[in-house]
T-cell receptor
Framework: RKEVEQDPGPFNVPEGATVAFNCTYSNSASQSFFWYRQDCRKEPKLLMS???SGNEDGRFTAQLNRASQYISLLIRDSKLSDSATYLC????????????FGTGTRLQVFP | GAVVSQHPSWVICKSGTSVKIECRSLDFQATTMFWYRQFPKQSLMLMAT?????????EQGVEKDKFLINHASLTLSTLTVTSAHPEDSSFYIC?????????????FGPGTRLTVL
């Protein structure tokens, strides 16, 4: 089983739609969780950290369920510029600096 | 925010040659940098953890004699792909961590696309 699993998509949604991505992780001892965004042929960029209480940043909401080892990202009012691959990232056991990346979920927003 | 640069951004080389990639933290000091590799349509895979002033820690399956890492200062780490072969063609990305109050955040360089002919 992969340490971090995501639905690869692609998710094709119209502008203005709400879309949700899910991610599961296998290591119950993981402490830090993130969503990164990666555009084609570019480096990943931090979108937001994910906290136990859930957190929101504008149109983006992240949720963490430690019991189910499940992380989600909700994007409201999708924009064309949201088209990218969204990477679920979890720190590895025993080392807070070592990150494990999911394969990413591809989002394509169309007009 | 923290800025990490990489040089070169892309390189094409012949099989058997060595290629050096530089990773710099421009506005902060990084005692730890990371080197990743990403093949098309795959996730980033950590290759090694680079620690300033000490030997790098390599992930399982990564040949340390083939991928030489040097972290000579708090702002520079280099990755040298020795005797490169076509299967080494990939997108190489470095990152550096910066403490931001509650946790370390990794900032990524723009990546280096290596093509070995």
């Amino acid at each position: 089983r992969k340490e971090v699993e995501q639905d690869p998509g692609p998710f094709n949604v119209p502008e203005g739609a709400t879309v949700a991505f899910n991610c599961t992780y296998s290591n119950s001892a993981s402490q830090s969780f993130f969503w990164y965004r990666q555009d084609c042929r570019k480096e990943p960029k931090l979108l937001m950290s994910v906290y136990s209480s859930g957190n929101e940043d504008g149109r983006f909401t992240a949720q963490l369920n430690r019991a189910s080892q499940y992380i989600s990202l909700l994007i409201r009012d999708s924009k064309l510029s949201d088209s990218a691959t969204y990477l679920c990232v979890v720190n590895s056991l025993g080392n807070t600096d070592k990150l494990i990346f999911g394969t990413g979920t591809r989002l394509q927003v169309f007009p | 925010g923290a800025v990490v640069s990489q040089h070169p951004s892309w390189v094409i080389c012949k099989s058997g040659t060595s290629v050096k990639i530089e990773c710099r933290s421009l506005d902060f000091q990084a005692t730890t940098m990371f080197w990743y590799r990403q093949f098309p349509k795959q996730s980033l895979m950590l290759m090694a953890t680079s620690n300033e002033g000490s030997k790098a820690t390599y992930e399982q399956g990564v040949e340390k004699d083939k991928f030489l890492i040097n972290h000579a200062s708090l702002t520079l780490s280099t990755l040298t792909v020795t005797s490169a072969h076509p299967e080494d063609s990939s997108f190489y990305i470095c990152s550096a961590t910066q403490w931001e109050g509650q946790s370390d955040t990794q900032y990524f360089g723009p990546g280096t696309r290596l093509t070995v002919l």
